[in-house]
């Protein structure tokens, strides 16, 4: 069974960093591109950053480029996501998502980590 | 920035009737390369993460109701509920994704309610 378990989320405030972290079970790692999708409270879903199976292509939302940094360990099955500079408008469930790749979708995601940036 | 617009963004529909809700993006997600429209429908349940319902625009993900399809092609695309059940109430995402530079963007949501 897929496992993705996201944690590392919090309360930070403005300029601060985080850093999320996803464990992944139930499925080969290293076979797979991993992603970030974050929801804002009662919000829609936003695309953040996406990383190649062996971390040669990566991307990111126009609203993170800069700030946010994607990265992978596989030999730990684990997806990273390090916050820089958070902004109020980074508040949001964050949700690790794995990608299958021949269709680009998301076919499996974790239940998300709460990020919260206030003073 | 490639821009889904989803229509409309709520919809009240009787059990058992028909529910339609459509999406709109600003450029085509057909892929000339492999005739695929790279354009998938999610379920998102209050509390839970989305699910994925379709996928190529019209390919239902396995263990997806057949009740469940989607249509279209290039810019405009639909997704159908034949016959709207109680489980059914969900605000439904469309996603699109785009090659150069790497994107993935998701239509705003309708929020699928019983009339």
């Known amino acids: 069974e897929v496992q993705l378990v996201e944690s590392g989320g919090g309360l930070v405030q403005p300029g601060r960093s985080l850093r999320l972290s996803c464990a992944a079970s139930g499925f080969t790692f290293d076979d797979y591109a991993m992603h970030w999708v974050r929801q804002a409270p009662g919000k829609g879903l936003e695309w953040v950053s996406g990383i190649s199976w062996n971390s040669g292509s990566i991307g990111y939302a126009d609203s993170v480029k800069g700030r946010f940094t994607i990265s992978r360990d596989n030999a730990k099955n684990s997806l990273y996501l390090q916050m820089n500079s958070l902004r109020a408008e980074d508040t949001a469930l964050y949700y690790c998502a794995k990608l299958e790749v021949g269709a680009h979708t998301f076919d499996y995601w974790g239940q998300g980590t709460l990020v919260t940036v206030s003073s | ?115």
């Open chain 2, 1 to 115: 920035d490639i821009v889904m617009t989803q229509s409309p963004d709520s919809l009240a529909v009787s059990l058992g009737e028909r529910a339609t809700i459509n999406c709109k993006s600003s450029q085509s997600v057909l892929y000339s390369s492999n005739n695929k429209n790279y354009l998938a429908w999610y379920q998102q349940k209050p509390g839970q993460p989305p699910k994925l319902l379709i996928y190529w625009a019209s390919t239902r993900e396995s263990g997806v109701p057949d009740r469940f399809s989607g249509s279209g092609s290039g810019t405009d695309f639909t997704l159908t509920i034949s016959s709207l059940q109680a489980e059914d109430v969900a605000v439904y995402y469309c996603q699109q994704y785009y090659s150069t530079p790497l994107m993935y963007t998701f239509g705003q949501g309708t929020k699928l309610e019983i009339k």
